[in-house]
Protein backbone atom coordinates (compact mmCIF):
# COMPACT_ATOMS: atom_id res chain seq x y z
CA UNK A 1 0.00 0.00 0.00
CA UNK A 2 1.12 3.49 -0.57
CA UNK A 3 0.96 6.04 2.55
CA UNK A 4 0.78 9.38 2.46
CA UNK A 5 3.43 11.42 4.18
CA UNK A 6 3.63 14.79 2.85
CA UNK A 7 2.12 17.32 0.25
CA UNK A 8 2.28 21.13 -1.34
CA UNK A 9 0.13 23.19 -2.81
CA UNK A 10 2.13 25.68 -4.98
CA UNK A 11 0.60 28.46 -7.60
CA UNK A 12 3.05 27.79 -10.62
CA UNK A 13 2.38 29.92 -13.96
CA UNK A 14 -1.41 30.89 -12.72
CA UNK A 15 -2.50 27.29 -12.18
CA UNK A 16 -2.36 25.40 -8.93
CA UNK A 17 0.05 22.35 -8.59
CA UNK A 18 -0.19 19.58 -5.89
CA UNK A 19 3.50 18.08 -4.75
CA UNK A 20 3.45 14.66 -2.88
CA UNK A 21 5.93 12.54 -1.11
CA UNK A 22 4.90 8.85 -0.16
CA UNK A 23 6.14 5.61 1.09
CA UNK A 24 5.39 2.19 -0.23
CA UNK A 25 4.71 -0.17 2.67
CA UNK A 26 4.36 -4.27 2.57
CA UNK A 27 0.66 -5.37 3.24
CA UNK A 28 1.43 -8.41 5.48
CA UNK A 29 4.01 -7.05 7.02
CA UNK A 30 4.04 -3.36 8.13
CA UNK A 31 7.43 -2.88 6.73
CA UNK A 32 8.77 0.09 4.20
CA UNK A 33 9.57 -1.22 1.18
CA UNK A 34 10.26 1.75 -0.74
CA UNK A 35 10.74 5.57 1.09
CA UNK A 36 10.98 9.29 -0.18
CA UNK A 37 8.87 8.60 -3.16
CA UNK A 38 7.74 11.75 -5.21
CA UNK A 39 4.90 12.81 -7.11
CA UNK A 40 2.77 16.20 -8.49
CA UNK A 41 0.18 16.99 -10.55
CA UNK A 42 -1.79 20.00 -12.14
CA UNK A 43 -5.54 20.62 -9.78
CA UNK A 44 -7.74 21.20 -12.63
CA UNK A 45 -10.65 19.76 -10.71
CA UNK A 46 -12.92 22.58 -9.70
CA UNK A 47 -13.63 21.15 -6.19
CA UNK A 48 -10.11 20.56 -5.61
CA UNK A 49 -9.48 23.65 -6.68
CA UNK A 50 -12.32 24.90 -3.93
CA UNK A 51 -10.31 23.32 -0.83
CA UNK A 52 -6.76 24.45 -1.73
CA UNK A 53 -8.35 27.84 -2.26
CA UNK A 54 -9.98 27.20 1.74
CA UNK A 55 -6.54 26.20 3.16
CA UNK A 56 -5.48 29.25 1.53
CA UNK A 57 -8.31 31.22 2.74
CA UNK A 58 -7.74 29.93 6.36
CA UNK A 59 -3.81 30.58 6.72
CA UNK A 60 -4.74 34.31 5.34
CA UNK A 61 -6.87 34.48 7.85
CA UNK A 62 -5.68 32.67 10.99
CA UNK A 63 -1.67 32.94 10.53
CA UNK A 64 -1.18 35.76 8.77
CA UNK A 65 -3.37 38.08 9.87
CA UNK A 66 -1.96 40.96 12.36
Known amino acids: MKALSSFAAMT ?3 GDRISFTYDEVDDQTGEPTSTNNKASFYVIDAELRG ?3 AIRDYIRTHKLAE
Open 12 to 14: IGG
Open 51 to 53: HVE
